[in-house]
């Protein structure tokens, strides 16, 4: 009964490739969101999406692609992987309203050689 | 740059002191007050929320706000070895208006001493 789920957990890939991360939550929540936590621990929003729209865009380059095909699933798709992508990427959802909670999944570890 | 401060530590503290983490923030307008757990290699979990000024108990932690001077606490009493983890502050800014969007600090890490 995991609440925020990810796949894959660990994902090892040549700089170049074209990779996807998924993400689901059975909160029934209408919000999802993907972070990036880099070597350092900084975690810094890359996205969001409120019921399946695109909501926050942090400056992320256009090699990462997020898709919300409905509000329980958000993907992140990342072409061209660049040394630099090697991070932790955790998915989070919460209801809508700002002082609600985001509960995380679990992790991705994508290392870029 | 809407930006989040917390001493990187570690802050050590013998089991059954209290510990206080400490964070500031530069959005004067922040509404929402976080502070979540992370041990290593796992995702961070929430521990506390505040929005008003003043203090917040849930059993041995206490969350404090200061929105006059930006400034939000954690303190965890009766200190535990399990507690040794990083501790995230977090701040929902005023940028998305209705939306929940957090701004995280770097994180301090406890470390409690048998």
């Known amino acids: 009964d995991t609440a925020v789920s990810q796949t894959p957990k660990y994902l090892v890939t040549q700089m170049g490739n074209d990779k996807s991360i998924k993400c689901e939550q059975n909160l029934g929540h209408d919000t999802m969101y993907w972070y990036k936590q880099d070597s350092k621990k900084f975690l810094k929003i890359m996205f969001s999406?409120?019921?399946?729209?695109?909501?926050i865009n942090e400056t992320v380059p256009n090699r990462f692609s997020p898709k919300s095909p409905d509000k329980a699933h958000l993907n992140l798709h990342i072409n061209s992987l660049e040394l630099g992508d090697s991070a932790v990427y955790f998915c989070a959802s919460s209801q809508e309203g700002i002082q609600e909670t985001q509960y995380f999944g679990p992790g991705t570890r994508l290392l870029v050689l | 740059q809407k930006e989040v401060e917390q001493n990187s530590g570690p802050l050590s503290v013998p089991e059954g002191a209290i510990a206080s983490l400490n964070c500031t923030y530069s959005d004067r307008g922040s509404q929402s007050f976080f502070w979540y757990r992370q041990y290593s290699g796992k995702s961070p979990e929430l521990i506390m929320s505040i929005y008003s000024n003043g203090d917040k108990e849930d059993g041995r932690f206490t969350a404090q706000l200061n929105k006059a001077s930006q400034y939000v606490s954690l303190l965890i009493r009766d200190s535990q070895p399990s507690d040794s983890a990083t501790y995230l502050c977090a701040v929902n800014p005023v940028l998305y208006s209705g939306y929940s969007t957090l701004t995280f600090g770097k994180g301090t890490m406890l470390l409690v001493s048998p």
């Open positions: 999406y409120n019921n399946k729209e695109l909501i």
